[in-house]
């Protein structure tokens, strides 16, 4: 199998230092049910999206479940207002491209005994994507100017009814990650002591790993219901990732050793205006608890989750490159990313039998301390507004939920020098986003 595009990612990291996953990196956008609660869903799981939420909550599924789904998503782009090492020491401004993704699930279950009942879920737990105006003129173009990151996680469960009170879960992940990234390096010409791009690199690669989960769902009374659920952390192996220089400065650039040309020979340049090479990583995906109580009362149903993401797996990021150059090292980047704790409210109100209303809220801290924080993916504390609503018809469900992300304004002064390259910002951050998902069931 061909290893690309995760790696892509990974290798600009190299050069920038910096760290482009944040809070935004995990997705839990695997069902609209769950969606329009605030994802408040651990100890409800009464859809086959419980796979994906806490799969101990499959037992409670009669018969044979078909759920598929999407989630839209409409990232604004976040506007920088600062100073970072292009511009001079003048405050500007830049924004990202407005981008849009689709976050596709699909989950099955099947009853096969009273205490017994298997499924299998298709999802995407980790993902994101930035991407700057102009790649050759961009104030961030010496760290990153693109990257697309997505991962699709295939999840075989089982569920098991201990009891009247108990039902446990576990199951096997394969996840299949890839990305795209680009970036535009930036020195001195010898020539004229401007500013010039040393060259346009884009990254390719993709790779796979693979997890466990297991989950536990408590029914003490009819009106109360305990959950649990725990994924583990994913070792994504990148090999052989492809990275393509294009455009190589023709000219000497000043380095520390004195003028040299990117387009010289090995070690110190590339040999002439593009060049290849691949390279080895590992991405260490976090592991997640969460935990859940919800509250049923005839037809209104109150859900209070925490959700932990243990970023601390992502202490730092090694790149090895198969053929280095003067102009692109292999390179140790630290992250020193924090496990943080999110907080999730939700309730469901049943109209009639077969129309549900929804309405949740999320607070979700950000993970990524100032000092490590970049251009690739600029983070921050988020408040998530959700609503939505379900509708029955026979053996069909159908769900429909609205989100926004209020991403909290955040000001960081990071501007330092790693390896003798001028990285980070100071500055200001501002964002949003707004998401619609929309998921069909069939129950035969």
Same mark, same amino acid.
């Given at each position: 199998?061909?290893?690309?595009?995760?790696?892509?990612?990974?290798?600009?990291?190299?050069?920038?230092?910096?760290?482009?996953?944040?809070?935004?990196?995990?997705?839990?956008?695997?069902?609209?049910?769950?969606?329009?609660?605030?994802?408040?869903?651990?100890?409800?799981?009464?859809?086959?999206?419980? +796979?994906?939420?806490?799969?101990?909550?499959?037992?409670?599924?009669?018969?044979?479940?078909?759920?598929?789904?999407?989630?839209?998503?409409?990232?604004?782009?976040?506007?920088?207002?600062?100073?970072?090492?292009?511009?001079?020491?003048?405050?500007?401004?830049?924004?990202?491209?407005?981008?849009?993704?689709?976050?596709?699930?699909?989950?099955?279950?099947?009853?096969?005994?009273?205490?017994?009942?298997?499924?299998?879920?298709?999802?995407?737990?980790?993902?994101?994507?930035?991407?700057?105006?102009?790649?050759?003129?961009?104030?961030?173009?010496?760290?990153?100017?693109? +990257?697309?990151?997505?991962?699709?996680?295939?999840?075989?469960?089982?569920?098991?009814?201990?009891?009247?009170?108990?039902?446990?879960?576990?199951?096997?992940?394969?996840?299949?990650?890839?990305?795209?990234?680009?970036?535009?390096?930036?020195?001195?010409?010898?020539?004229?002591?401007?500013?010039?791009?040393?060259?346009?690199?884009?990254?390719?690669?993709?790779?796979?790993?693979?997890?466990?989960?297991?989950?536990?769902?408590?029914?003490?009374?009819?009106?109360?219901?305990?959950?649990?659920?725990?994924?583990?952390?994913?070792?994504?192996?990148?090999?052989?990732?492809?990275?393509?220089?294009?455009?190589?400065?023709?000219?000497?650039?000043?380095?520390?050793?004195?003028?040299?040309?990117?387009?010289?020979?090995?070690?110190?340049?590339?040999?002439?205006?593009?060049?290849?090479?691949?390279?080895?990583?590992?991405?260490?995906?976090?592991?997640?608890?969460?935990?859940?109580?919800?509250? +049923?009362?005839?037809?209104?149903?109150?859900?209070?989750?925490?959700?932990?993401?243990?970023?601390?797996?992502?202490?730092?990021?090694?790149?090895?490159?198969?053929?280095?150059?003067?102009?692109?090292?292999?390179?140790?980047?630290?992250?020193?990313?924090?496990?943080?704790?999110? +907080?999730?409210?939700?309730?469901?109100?049943?109209?009639?039998?077969?129309?549900?209303?929804?309405?949740?809220?999320?607070?979700?801290?950000?993970?990524?301390?100032?000092?490590?924080?970049?251009?690739?993916?600029?983070?921050?504390?988020?408040?998530?507004?959700?609503?939505?609503?379900?509708?029955?018809?026979?053996?069909?469900?159908?769900?429909?939920?609205?989100?926004?992300?209020?991403?909290?304004?955040?000001?960081?002064?990071?501007?330092?020098?790693?390896?003798?390259?001028?990285?980070?910002?100071?500055?200001?951050?501002?964002?949003?986003?707004?998401?619609?998902?929309?998921?069909?069931?069939?129950?035969?």
């Amino acid at each position: 199998m061909r290893i690309g595009k995760v790696l892509a990612f990974l290798v600009v990291l190299l050069f920038a230092s910096t760290s482009a996953m944040a809070g935004g990196f995990r997705l839990p956008e695997a069902g609209a049910k769950a969606m329009s609660m605030g994802f408040a869903f651990t100890a409800q799981a009464n859809d086959p999206s419980a +796979i994906y939420f806490n799969p101990a909550g499959i037992m409670q599924l009669e018969g044979n479940n078909l759920k598929v789904g999407v989630t839209y998503v409409k990232q604004n782009g976040g506007t920088f207002t600062g100073i970072t090492p292009l511009t001079g020491g003048a405050s500007v401004s830049e924004t990202q491209k407005d981008l849009d993704f689709f976050v596709p699930n699909a989950f099955f279950t099947r009853k096969a005994s009273p205490n017994f009942v298997y499924g299998v879920g298709l999802f995407s737990p980790f993902g994101l994507g930035q991407e700057y105006e102009n790649r050759n003129t961009s104030i961030f173009r010496s760290q990153i100017t693109k +990257i697309d990151l997505m991962t699709l996680v295939v999840n075989p469960t089982v569920a098991w009814k201990v009891n009247e009170v108990l039902s446990v879960a576990a199951g096997i992940d394969f996840m299949y990650g890839k990305a795209e990234l680009a970036r535009t390096p930036v020195g001195i010409n010898s020539a004229t002591g401007f500013p010039a791009n040393i060259f346009n690199l884009d990254l390719e690669g993709d790779g796979t790993a693979w997890g466990y989960n297991f989950g536990v769902l408590l029914t003490p009374t009819k009106h109360l219901k305990v959950g649990a659920a725990y994924r583990s952390k994913f070792d994504l192996e990148i090999e052989d990732g492809d990275v393509d220089l294009s455009n190589v400065f023709s000219g000497n650039i000043i380095t520390a050793l004195g003028p040299l040309p990117p387009q010289g020979p090995a070690p110190i340049g590339f040999g002439g205006p593009s060049f290849h090479t691949t390279g080895t990583a590992m991405v260490r995906i976090p592991a997640t608890l969460d935990l859940g109580v919800a509250y +049923i009362l005839d037809r209104l149903t109150l859900e209070v989750d925490a959700s932990w993401t243990f970023w601390h797996s992502w202490e730092s990021l090694n790149i090895d490159l198969k053929d280095n150059r003067a102009f692109l090292p292999d390179s140790t980047s630290p992250k020193n990313w924090d496990d943080v704790v999110a +907080i999730y409210v939700g309730g469901e109100y049943r109209v009639t039998d077969p129309l549900a209303l929804r309405l949740g809220f999320r607070w979700d801290p950000t993970p990524v301390p100032a000092e490590t924080m970049g251009p690739e993916l600029p983070d921050a504390d988020k408040l998530y507004y959700c609503a939505g609503a379900g509708y029955k018809v026979r053996n069909w469900t159908f769900d429909l939920a609205y989100m926004y992300v209020d991403k909290k304004d955040r000001t960081v002064s990071n501007l330092r020098t790693e390896g003798g390259i001028p990285v980070g910002f100071n500055g200001e951050w501002t964002g949003d986003a707004h998401l619609v998902a929309f998921d069909i069931g069939y129950k035969f």
